[in-house]
């Protein structure tokens, strides 16, 4: 499977609404936790069929959160969808695990899909899928097969938060969107740490950064920016139909505002990132440059040192009968010692010039 993209082998030209799971492959069964409440009541069901699902949905609570683990088996898929009439387009976008983040309203529910990160030092950006369906009284979560997602907010609704407890449905669906952003910045953390140990690292002398790194850094960011760029509009949408009718809804508008403005500073961020990962490249190359260029000076030196002392050498290894200086007693140690005193000469003018 590519890095950049899941196989969509089984998918073509299958007709609009088929139910064909795209995603990392899993035998793992689909897993149906249902979480009711009100401000007094609290109710937590885990269900084994279809059937306890739909026994559940007859109790009376102002809010029903129910969180599917899982998206690959079809036929589960679409007997949710039978039970909460879900559009067949929907069902089919749930169960493609590479669809970019985006929000769909329609007239008795609305749709989204989010991405869940995690940065992980050795495969870089982990992303999973998260499709939420919010209706008037009952919220649908699907989440790729992993650890449950979702587990600090079912902490505060166990724990009788008040905040959550005691607003409905559309309280709770802002309170999932923002702990998937609040996630955003904790993995933006990691990923500024890495990069900024590349940046120090660079400018050690006995440096083993590796194209590599920068490669991996730069798709990185690019996943990030394909999943941050289309959340930005999709919070934008979301507060353009969120009607102000009361003082709670104006408040809850107030909320995702303050969402969007996360979002845009971690864009921001990402835009830092990238011309600090751009920075480091450019720097490494000049390093690489210098490296080599000092290296080439010292080559240099060398052999314009040895090019007089080459030529010396030359002249008294000619096999002339008649050279005055072969018969001189001292000649051979006089030889050595001008060649001492050139080298000498040369060495002590090239580091007046500073050339190394």
């Given at each position: 499977?590519?890095?950049?993209?899941?196989r969509?082998?089984?998918?073509?030209?299958?007709?609009?609404?088929?139910?064909?799971?795209i995603?990392?492959?899993?035998?793992?069964?689909?897993?149906?936790?249902?979480?009711?409440?009100?401000s007094?009541?609290?109710e937590?069901?885990?269900?084994?069929?279809i059937?306890?699902?739909?026994?559940v949905?007859?109790?009376?609570?102002?809010?029903?959160?129910?969180h599917?683990?899982?998206?690959?088996?079809?036929?589960?898929?679409?007997?949710?969808?039978?039970?909460?009439?879900?559009?067949?387009?929907?069902?089919?976008?749930?169960?493609?695990?590479?669809?970019?983040?985006?929000?769909?309203?329609?007239?008795?529910?609305?749709?989204?899909?989010?991405?869940?990160?995690?940065?992980?030092?050795?495969?870089?950006?982990?992303?999973?899928?998260?499709?939420?369906?919010?209706?008037?009284?009952?919220?649908?979560t699907?989440?790729?097969?992993?650890?449950?997602?979702?587990?600090?907010i079912?902490?505060?609704?166990?724990?009788?938060?008040d905040?959550?407890?005691?607003?409905?449905?559309?309280?709770?669906?802002?309170?999932?969107?923002?702990?998937?952003?609040?996630?955003?910045?904790?993995?933006?953390?990691?990923?500024?740490?890495?990069?900024?140990?590349?940046?120090?690292?660079?400018?050690?002398?006995?440096?083993?950064?590796?194209l590599?790194?920068?490669?991996?850094?730069?798709?990185?960011?690019?996943?990030?920016?394909?999943?941050?760029?289309?959340?930005?509009?999709?919070i934008?949408?979301?507060?353009q139909?969120?009607?102000?009718d009361?003082?709670k809804?104006?408040?809850?508008?107030?909320?995702?505002?303050?969402?969007y403005?996360?979002?845009?500073?971690?864009?921001?961020?990402?835009?830092?990132?990238?011309?600090?990962?751009?920075?480091v490249?450019?720097?490494?190359?000049?390093?690489?440059?210098?490296?080599?260029?000092?290296?080439?000076?010292?080559?240099?030196?060398?052999?314009?040192?040895?090019?007089?002392?080459?030529?010396?050498?030359?002249?008294?290894?000619?096999?002339?009968?008649?050279?005055?200086?072969?018969?001189?007693?001292?000649?051979?140690?006089?030889?050595?010692?001008?060649?001492?005193?050139?080298?000498?000469?040369?060495?002590?003018y090239?580091?007046n010039?500073?050339?190394?």
């Amino acid at each position: 499977m590519s890095r950049y993209y899941k196989r969509r082998d089984e998918k073509l030209y299958k007709p609009p609404g088929s139910l064909i799971y795209i995603g990392e492959e899993t035998d793992d069964i689909v897993e149906i936790s249902i979480y009711c409440y009100d401000s007094n009541n609290y109710e937590q069901v885990k269900v084994d069929s279809i059937v306890e699902l739909g026994e559940v949905l007859t109790r009376n609570y102002k809010v029903l959160w129910v969180h599917v683990n899982g998206t690959n088996n079809g036929s589960v898929i679409k007997q949710i969808g039978d039970i909460f009439n879900i559009n067949h387009l929907v069902l089919e976008d749930i169960m493609n695990t590479d669809k970019r983040p985006k929000v769909n309203f329609y007239t008795e529910y609305t749709y989204t899909i989010f991405k869940n990160i995690n940065f992980d030092k050795s495969e870089g950006i982990l992303s999973r899928q998260i499709s939420i369906i919010k209706g008037n009284y009952y919220l649908i979560t699907f989440q790729e097969k992993g650890t449950e997602v979702f587990s600090t907010i079912v902490d505060r609704i166990q724990n009788n938060d008040d905040r959550i407890r005691s607003r409905k449905v559309n309280f709770l669906f802002y309170s999932l969107i923002g702990y998937l952003i609040d996630n955003y910045f904790y993995c933006m953390e990691h990923v500024t740490e890495q990069i900024e140990k590349l940046d120090n690292q660079v400018l050690l002398v006995y440096s083993d950064i590796q194209l590599s790194d920068l490669r991996d850094y730069k798709y990185i960011i690019s996943r990030l920016r394909r999943i941050l760029w289309p959340i930005r509009e999709l919070i934008k949408d979301i507060i353009q139909h969120t009607p102000v009718d009361d003082e709670k809804s104006e408040e809850l508008n107030h909320y995702y505002r303050d969402i969007y403005e996360h979002v845009i500073e971690l864009i921001e961020i990402l835009e830092i990132l990238q011309g600090t990962v751009e920075e480091v490249q450019n720097l490494y190359h000049t390093k690489i440059s210098h490296h080599m260029n000092r290296v080439m000076g010292l080559l240099t030196i060398v052999s314009i040192i040895f090019l007089p002392l080459t030529l010396l050498a030359g002249i008294y290894g000619m096999n002339f009968k008649y050279m005055p200086e072969l018969n001189i007693r001292w000649g051979y140690p006089a030889v050595l010692v001008i060649m001492v005193i050139i080298a000498i000469s040369l060495i002590l003018y090239f580091k007046n010039k500073d050339w190394f």
